[in-house]
């Protein structure tokens, strides 16, 4: 069936450090992937997506690559902000009914 | 615009009580769904309606948990009897309902249930 594994948190970091969130999926067919965002105290939200290979998504700073080959779609971004401090969920559709699956999430902590 | 609605924010209740959650989702939209996280989990589809109707209902136990959506715009999802596995936070999101394969969905704040 299809699943999502992310990288087990929490992460922490200092500010202006270099983040990556790893994911990797089990899907069949080609499935479009997101990342999600719930900020403390506030709704899923989304963050980026993509929806074919080699195809990037970006917003805010961050940015994931649909890597077809090694059926991965990692989070990343430069210099993270203590504003950052979320927890990050990735997540596919993979055929109708636009069927969300989550990753179990990861935790990221920015310190001053 | 208003976001997904959902209430009530917190609740407690003691195992085998029933419990009651409502959302009104973002006007307009088509497509409802349910979904239930456990702590240290990410989400998990529950039901899923497109205006009233179900178009899937695979995760939902159906032997204690119901949903409905009677006129096409807010869900009510019951839990009748809880049980202690049952303490999550449930999650509301709607999306346009146009059919495009990978819509935004747009989620409320959540209900956090404990069942003690």
């Known amino acids: 069936g299809n699943s999502v594994t992310q990288m087990e948190g929490p992460v922490t970091l200092s500010e202006e450090a270099f983040l990556t969130i790893n994911c990797t999926y089990t899907a069949t067919g080609y499935p479009s992937l997101f990342w999600y965002v719930q900020y403390p105290g506030e709704g899923l939200q989304l963050l980026l997506k993509a929806t074919k290979a080699d195809d990037k998504g970006s917003n805010k700073g961050f940015e994931a690559t649909y890597r077809k080959e090694t059926t991965s779609f990692h989070l990343e971004k430069g210099s993270v902000q203590v504003s950052d401090s979320a927890v990050y969920f990735c997540a596919l559709i993979s055929g109708g009914y636009n069927k969300l699956i989550f990753g179990a999430g990861t935790r990221l902590a920015v310190h001053p | ?116």
């Open chain 2, 1 to 116: 615009e208003a976001g997904v609605a959902q209430s009530p924010r917190y609740k407690i209740i003691e195992k085998r009580q029933s419990v009651a959650f409502w959302c009104n989702p973002i006007s307009g939209h088509a497509t409802l769904y349910w979904y239930q996280q456990i702590l240290g989990q990410g989400p998990k589809l529950l039901i899923q309606f497109q205006n009233n109707g179900v178009v899937d209902d695979s995760q939902l136990p159906k032997d204690r948990f119901s949903a409905e959506r009677l006129k096409g715009v807010d869900s009510t999802l019951k839990i009748q009897p809880a049980k202690l596995e049952d303490s999550a936070v449930y999650l509301c999101a709607s999306s346009s309902g146009r059919g495009q394969r990978d819509e935004k969905l747009f989620f409320g704040s959540g209900t956090q249930l404990s069942v003690l």
